[in-house]
Structures are given as structure tokens and as C-alpha cells.
């Protein structure tokens, strides 16, 4: 290897292992599959199980695996420490693919609890001096978030139950319209509700991060308009650099600069390039141009990792089509097969990100913002 090469990779090594890492990762974990976790999925799709049914038996399979089998325990520890993620933010409903629903929100939370417990390895935080707690005991940081305020509907005590149970960060709309606003996917999305916002209000009050990520670009303004803390966009694009209706228009970031909040960008293909060829580059591509406008300061990593992993199962994976359209996905969205950037297939490459970002020419203190301190340092802005 080059001197230089080898140098340049010596010193991301250490910027992202000496430092701490967050990632928006909607289920909590990526798939780690083992021999008992693969036949309990397989009883489902073998007598056909709705998809939410077989992921929900996966989830607490895993539970039972975690009590009761130290390898178990050890396998998904190796990937956590080769991944370098000291902490996640987590969205209630998803391993029931369910976050409009309260029942499947409950369900969640109840599930993350009993998920600590039962590996010993993970915290449910609820702020960013928790986060850093967690990683110096070496545990994962837990941020409980939720992706469409369709579980609250009007009944806004639920928000007083959420947040007893730890949740700090709250995505006002997913894809379609609810009564808070409308969603990314709309037909022809309009702004916040008057009850949006009071809604928001409500949240402000609380001490509960909005999440702007799905909103539709009228929704997303007037959010930032509206709100008394910095909003965050935990996972989404650069509108400029992919015109696809889950990346932001540069009004937008705009907007976030203004307001001093946060704009982090996923790694999903099919949201960075519409073309399609989308690689790690064309990932850097984007949280540069976001850099650009908001500053490196404001700018942070939402892989919004889940399904499209190799690791999880492509009959998994293919039978999730239905739900995902009754969520708003457009059938152009639609997985035909697994979705990652060549680079990084599994979650375990998390750190070719950092030696991405320093090889484009950040810095390494910009590099250690972007990889986690500037998650760290919004919180802070919003008062948790």
C-alpha cells in the first residue's frame, strides 16, 4: 500500500473510532441473522404471515436469543464494535411496520425496553448527555423517535405517554397527508395544519425534537417557521442533486441554516440519484452540497438503514410491497431487490463513510461533526 493511502486510512480509522457516531436507523438494529432467527422468519413466509406478523416474531425471537445464548450475545456485539455506531435513533412502529398505528407504537416501545434488558448491551437515552454516557460504559445510545404523528391523531395526552417512555424525536408526517400536514408524496402537498401548528407548539413545550424528514416542502417551511426550537431533518437528500420527493429543496435547507437546526442525509440509492448508479460518492456529493448551505456545522448521517441490506432477506424484503404503499411509497419506489451503496452493503462498513468524507477533503474535526457532534451539539440547540 501507498504511504500516503495508508496514512489517510490510519487516520480515519481513527477519527471514527475515537469519536462518537450517530445514525438514524429506523429499526434499532440492522438484521443480524442466525440459524434460529432465519427459521423463525421461514415458519412465516411458509404459511404466508403478513409481513408485520413475521417481523414482529423475528424481533422477539431475538429477545429469547439474547437471554438465553452468549454467542448470540457476542455476534451482535462483533457487528456494533466493527460498525463503530455509538448510537441510533430509533423509530417505535417499525418493527411492526406500523407507525401510524398506536398499538404497533406501544408495541415498540414495550419491545425496546425488554431489548435492553435482555442483551445488556444497549441504553434508552433522552439527551445528548445520556448518548455520551452510554458510549463511555460501551453500550448503544437509544433515541426513541417516531416517523408520522397519524398515532396521535388528536389525542394529544398520547404524546405525554410517549414521552414518559422515552421518546424525543417526533417526525410530524410520513409520506401521505395526516392531520398534522402533508407528507412528501402527496399529490400536491400543502403547509401545516392550524392544528400542525399547535402541534408543534405542543412538542416545543415538551422538549421533543420535530422531524421534518417525509414533510412535504410547504409542510417543512412553515414548520421551521413555526417552531420555537431548531427542527431537524434527521434522513433525507439534496432535491438539486436528485429530484426525488424525499430530498430537500435548497429553499429548504436554507431555511434549516436560518434556524439553526440539522440536516442529516440518508444513504439510500434510490433516493440519491433518480438515474439510478448511485455509490458513495454520489452520497458525499450530497451531504457536501447540504454542507454548503447549512454549513458542515449543521450536517449529519441519516442512513435511514433497514431492509435494503444484503443481510436481510430478499422474501422478507419483497413482501413488504403492499405496506409500503398504503405508506405513501410510490410503486417507482418499490424494491425489486436488495438497495445499498456498493461500498458500504452491510452495516459493518459504516466506517468506509468517515474515510469518504475525509478523502472528498473534510477535515477531520468537520469529519468528527458530521459522524456524530453535530447531532450532539443540535440537541443541545433544541434543549435536550
Excluded at 391523531?153 to 410530524?172: A, S
Excluded at 414548520?223 to 434522513?235: K, L
Excluded at 452540497?289 to 422474501?315: C, K, T
Aim: one cysteine or more.
Amino acid at each position: 500500500m501507498d504511504t500516503a493511502v495508508g496514512e489517510a486510512a490510519g487516520a480515519a480509522r481513527a477519527v471514527h473510532y475515537d469519536n462518537f457516531v450517530f445514525d438514524f436507523v429506523p429499526p434499532g438494529e440492522p438484521m443480524i441473522m442466525t440459524a434460529r432467527h432465519d427459521a423463525t422468519m421461514r415458519r412465516g413466509l411458509d404459511k404466508s404471515a403478513p409481513t408485520a406478523e413475521i417481523s414482529k416474531a423475528m424481533a422477539l425471537d431475538r429477545l429469547d436469543e439474547l437471554r438465553a445464548d452468549p454467542a448470540t450475545r457476542d455476534t451482535v456485539r462483533k457487528v456494533w464494535a466493527e460498525a463503530g455506531v455509538n448510537a441510533v435513533g430509533v423509530t417505535l412502529g417499525c418493527i411492526a411496520m406500523d407507525t401510524a398505528g398506536w398499538d404497533q407504537v406501544l408495541w415498540d416501545a414495550a419491545y425496546w425496553q425488554a431489548r435492553v434488558r435482555a442483551g445488556g448491551d444497549m441504553e434508552i437515552c433522552t439527551g445528548a448527555d445520556a448518548l455520551e454516557a452510554a458510549a463511555r460504559a460501551g453500550k448503544i445510545g437509544l433515541l426513541l423517535g417516531l416517523q408520522d404523528s397519524a398515532a396521535i391523531g388528536k389525542e394529544l395526552d398520547r404524546l405525554d405517554i410517549l414521552y414518559n417512555l422515552g421518546l424525543r424525536v417526533l417526525q410530524l408526517t410520513y409520506n401521505n397527508r395526516n392531520l398534522v400536514g402533508d407528507g412528501c408524496t402527496e399529490r400536491d402537498p400543502g403547509g401545516l395544519s392550524r392544528f400542525g401548528a399547535e402541534f408543534v407548539k405542543r412538542l416545543n413545550k415538551m422538549g421533543v425534537i420535530v422531524d421534518i424528514s417525509h414533510c412535504g416542502p410547504k409542510t417543512s417551511l412553515d414548520t421551521i417557521a413555526i417552531s420555537e426550537r431548531p427542527v431537524a431533518v434527521t434522513h433525507a437528500g439534496c432535491r438539486v442533486l436528485s429530484d426525488h420527493p424525499r430530498c430537500k429543496t435548497d429553499d429548504v435547507l436554507r431555511a434549516v441554516r436560518d434556524g439553526d437546526g440539522y440536516f442529516g442525509v440518508v444513504m439510500l440509492p434510490l433516493f440519491l440519484d433518480v438515474k439510478g448508479g448511485a455509490n458513495l460518492d454520489t452520497m458525499i456529493r450530497h451531504i457536501a452540497h447540504a454542507a454548503g448551505i447549512v454549513g458542515p456545522e449543521r450536517v449529519g448521517i441519516g442512513s435511514d438503514w433497514g431492509s435494503w441490506s444484503p443481510d436481510f432477506p430478499l422474501e422478507l424484503l419483497l413482501s413488504m410491497h403492499e405496506m409500503m404503499l398504503a405508506h405513501g411509497f410510490r410503486k417507482a419506489d418499490l424494491p425489486t431487490g436488495h438497495m445499498c451503496l456498493p461500498e458500504v452493503p452491510r452495516f459493518q462498513e459504516w466506517p468506509r463513510l468517515t474515510a469518504g468524507l475525509m478523502a472528498h477533503g473534510f477535515s477531520a474535526a468537520e469529519t468528527r461533526g458530521i459522524i456524530g457532534g453535530n447531532w450532539l451539539r443540535y440537541m443541545r440547540r433544541a434543549g435536550l
